[in-house]
């Protein structure tokens, strides 16, 4: 019962197969080893197999190399040795090796890598960060009062190393649950069956409700770990849930998990500190001095978890740095319907629905040396993201439901964005990279429009999965005979989907598996929403009769007709 | 030294910290509760901590949950208790739990789920099997004579259950690599480092070879792995490399996992099964008879290797029926210049070059229950590949190489398909789905061109990875303004792009990370390949002179000039 991964030089025991006979059955021995050295242990596998003393005999392991002094040394605990006439003696009969085979500590450190570093580059930094956002919505769930995620940047050297900080007001952990945020792969779906279970009921999928804003985002079990070893080499989580007055911390490292293995030590074994709160005395290092602050904010909370990554990558910290309002532009487009609830960020709106306001602040703030001044946003202040965008450039809309299968439901809305006077009003995005973006069609109008990109951007429990477009559904694709309504009026929507998460996405969130299809089966109903009220309706028709209204009532072509010449106003 | 997943019922330990007095330093000491009944321990618990009977004490966790007899019996080996004077009271020092995160079993057989099931649905099952091709390649790559693939779909049910069996004639695996082969995440690079390194030497790149066709196509140490729990949920390793009589055989299964999850036993930990060669006599299940076959072609067989996947998911089988030609057509492509050599499946050539033959067989065969007939086929034998069409339809070629940093080597070809008297030569691609398609550009000519598709196709070690293409480079895209030659000729060419793995790709081997990122950097140095001998040249100036004498001496235009009526011939 030891899954150890390394020889363990103080007690070790070897398990000789006797192989020497064709007819006989193999004998198999545990021998210890302690102590022995290779001409000891040969005379006690002499004695203990009774071999004459005119008899010769050869050890090997199992690949069949003969075991000399130094290979004798480094046999690893509970090895499976032969005992044989020869090398190239048959086996009388089959034998049994005992194996083990943890996954390497790549996994844990490793895995985040491949998995944001997509085709993307440099631009899925914003999408660890993310992960760790997830963890903090789920986490804050249950609060009654305000949602807080605070985000930290400390790039002041004066301080001591870079350092990520992502601390919120939500539930903590107990130190089992703590414990389990370290394994791999445990995710909410398993945590109920396995040895866990002391901690966890079965998951119990929450209720439906409105867009799907349900803070439900954890899925896989891999999104804190793989994000946090993207962003940097060292984890110290710090956490205090609701119902001890202790905090627990637990640090996860590369250089640990190198440390174990140099030393033959346990690769997956680690100690939670659990104490008091605001107690930093075991924090010695100067280059860590940053955390004291950090710990003292704890006084007062009842419950509260803190992610502080380190060993932070240097073009990470030179990207966060030089892009801060791009990346947190795509954070506040990520979680646009978090921050601003379900109507998202209608600045037009002259009264603001309280049912719809939330409570979730997210808080992001660059930290750098003086004279530096610190940066700091509130991702409900951006409004230059998409969504925001699109939102406020729209005249009308109309809401639909698609349902697949019997569990799969997806809200959506389109929205009208008209020709005004002289313009398109299509809402351009103002950081769009040239290389993404699509060669306009010369026969289109002549400024922007959608033009041949996808309508819609969806939401998967709320939250944006950024890689994933749906096109167009049949019903408000542009027919291929022209119709009732001008061509360029379908070139003026976007769209958002709203899915829960009976639509599965991939482990990086980055794309959906395969709601396109799902969404295009032949079995998909679809049924609008009008004033709140769902109607079982034929939807190309209700879509095709609004975006006329929409180009009678919202569309305004000037055109000069009749011109006749210029004439100055001596008058004015 | 216990890296254990359970409570071990017949030998447990915990340990007790003392944490009752604020002013005193935290003791803790550990205690077997062996043989002990709830109100033992306590009693063991007073007596070890010297407690006079008159004082009240709570045994908890270190949740701070007091602890009952249904808790104190499914406590774990090595669980941290705190002794206190109530549950509430301060920590008057920190304590340190020791804990274990094995990754969760899931981290195996979940893995490829993800990773193969992107966003394109059923069509992802050729690049499972893509990773045991790979893997084959490379184990296959010494090989003096042929290298055989074999790919086997038992799907006779009077045979058993069914398989799918992908046998090489590769070098095998020792015990200690088949046992390394089951370690998630140790890749040849992390194996010379660990603790697996008595039979790793530190890993070698490859010296360069032509079109990086090296077969080391191995690299993130979780491709079989992934693979296989991806295909079904049990797999039976069997290997014999030539150093060694034995045969060595190792079973994975989901089923296993659940087994030792459910009875506390260690996870990662299993049996080797070492044989004699063609020793069937373990294999008893009825439903898995078709391995006796299997074995009984072991004999003779100097090394080999063969994997074994049953439970394959129902939908995999239906569709590895259905679409046979389809995804045996994609393998064709993945493989194209393994298996046609350095020039591609050229069918026109009047000579073969002998050099440029391959050795690699890779055969697949359908079995299905009498009276279906077997399908076989030959990759060699698939014509419709796309890198066949490019190859047969192209009348002239170009070849260039990328030089990105030091190390990262590109080989580039670009084939011209010219207009031939009505109609387009470009090739298309029969089994586009329209979905995928592009709507044709209008202005453009009538037929087939590649209209707005990327131009690159792109191979990693010689390997397709199937969803990157290059879309173009500066210097063979249309320019802005008309130039020397009409702008449809643009539209002719077809390329292929050949990298070392100094480019990294994703762990799935679907896309690379950033390879058009890195050769559009403006220090990416082109040469031009002319009969074999590289020159630096304008590669700009020479790609025009090129696609000019291209569209001279291939293009045919017919045109009927001067029409004057129709006449009829009486004289025929
Ligand atoms: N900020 C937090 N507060 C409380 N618990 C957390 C927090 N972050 C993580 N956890 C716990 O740790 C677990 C593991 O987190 P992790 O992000 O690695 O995986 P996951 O969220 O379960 O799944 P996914 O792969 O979808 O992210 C979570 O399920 C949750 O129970
Ligand atoms: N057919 C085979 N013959 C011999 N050795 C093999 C074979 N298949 C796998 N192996 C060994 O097992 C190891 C693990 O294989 P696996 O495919 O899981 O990972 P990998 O090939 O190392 O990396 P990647 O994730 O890129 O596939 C290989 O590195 C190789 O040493
Ligand atoms: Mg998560
Ligand atoms: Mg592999």
Chains 1, 2 share one sequence.
Not at 160 to 178: E, H
Not at 418 to 438: I, Q, R
């Amino acid at each position: 019962k030891n899954e150890a991964n390394g020889s363990n030089k103080i007690r070790r025991s070897v398990v000789v197969h006797d192989c020497r006979f064709e007819n006989q059955e193999v004998k198999q021995i545990v021998l210890d080893t302690s102590g022995l050295d290779f001409n000891d242990f040969l005379q006690v596998v002499s004695k203990t197999f009774h071999i004459p003393s005119n008899e010769t005999f050869v050890l090997t392991c199992t690949d069949r190399k003969g075991i000399d002094f130094d290979q004798y040394e480094e046999l690893q605990e509970g090895s499976s040795l032969y005992l044989l006439r020869n090398e190239d003696q048959v086996l009388p009969q089959a034998t049994l090796e005992r194996i083990i085979f943890l996954p390497h500590y790549d996994t844990l450190i490793r895995s985040g890598m491949y998995e944001y570093y997509a085709s993307e580059g440099q631009k899925s930094l914003p999408y660890a960060f993310a992960e760790l956002i997830d963890n903090a919505l789920s986490a804050t769930s249950s609060n009654t009062g305000m949602r807080t995620i605070d985000i930290r940047l400390l790039f002041d050297e004066s301080m001591g190393k870079p350092a990520v900080v992502i601390m919120d007001n939500g539930c903590g952990m107990t130190s089992k649950q703590l414990n389990s945020w370290a394994v791999y792969r445990l995710s909410k779906f398993t945590k109920g069956k396995s040895t866990f279970s002391n901690d966890y009921t079965q998951y119990v999928r929450p209720d439906p409700v409105p867009r799907s804003l349900n803070s439900d985002i954890s899925f896989f079990g891999v999104g804190g770990k793989q994000a946090v070893f993207y962003i940097g080499q060292s984890t110290r989580m710090i956490t205090k849930p609701a119902c001890s007055p202790d905090v627990h911390e637990l640090v996860i490292s590369k250089e640990e998990f190198e440390r174990k293995e140099q030393n033959k030590e346990d690769i997956y074994t680690g100690f939670i500190r659990n104490r008091k709160t605001g107690d930093s005395t075991h924090v010695t290092e100067e280059d860590e001095r940053f955390l004291h602050g950090i710990i003292q904010e704890e006084a007062g909370k009842p419950s509260f978890t803190v992610v502080v990554v380190t060993g932070v990558q240097l073009e990470h910290i030179t990207f966060l740095k030089q892009d801060f309002h791009l990346w947190t532009r795509e954070l506040a487009h990520l979680y646009h319907y978090y921050i601003h609830g379900l109507n998202g960020n209608d600045m037009r709106a002259s009264y603001r629905n309280s049912d719809c306001v939330s409570n979730i602040d997210i808080q992001i703030s660059l930290l750098e040396k003086f004279p530096k001044m610190p940066r700091m946003v509130n991702l409900r202040e951006i409004d230059n993201d998409m969504q925001t965008l699109y939102i406020n450039a729209s005249a009308d809309s109309f809401e639909f439901k698609a349902y697949v299968d019997t569990e799969g439901t997806v809200e959506g809305i389109l929205r009208y964005h008209p020709f005004l006077y002289d313009k398109e009003t299509y809402p351009e995005d103002p950081f769009a990279t040239p290389a993404v973006e699509e060669e306009e069609d010369d026969c289109a109008v002549h400024n922007h429009t959608r033009a041949k990109r996808p309508i819609f951007e969806c939401f998967w429990n709320g939250r944006l999965i950024p890689y994933t477009t749906v096109s167009e559904f049949d019903w408000c694709a542009l027919p291929k005979k022209a119709g009732a309504v001008p061509a360029e009026c379908y070139s003026r929507i976007s769209g958002v989907l709203f899915t829960n998460d009976r639509f599965q996405v991939s482990t990086n969130k980055l794309t959906f598996m395969d709601l396109e299809l799902q969404l295009k089966s032949k079995d998909t109903l679809f049924t609008r929403i009008l004033n709140g009220q769902e109607q079982r309706v034929k939807i190309h028709k209700e879509f095709l009769q609004w975006l006329k209204t929409c180009h009678e009532k919202w569309d305004k072509q000037v055109k000069f007709k009749g011109f006749k010449g210029t004439i100055t106003r001596m008058d004015v």
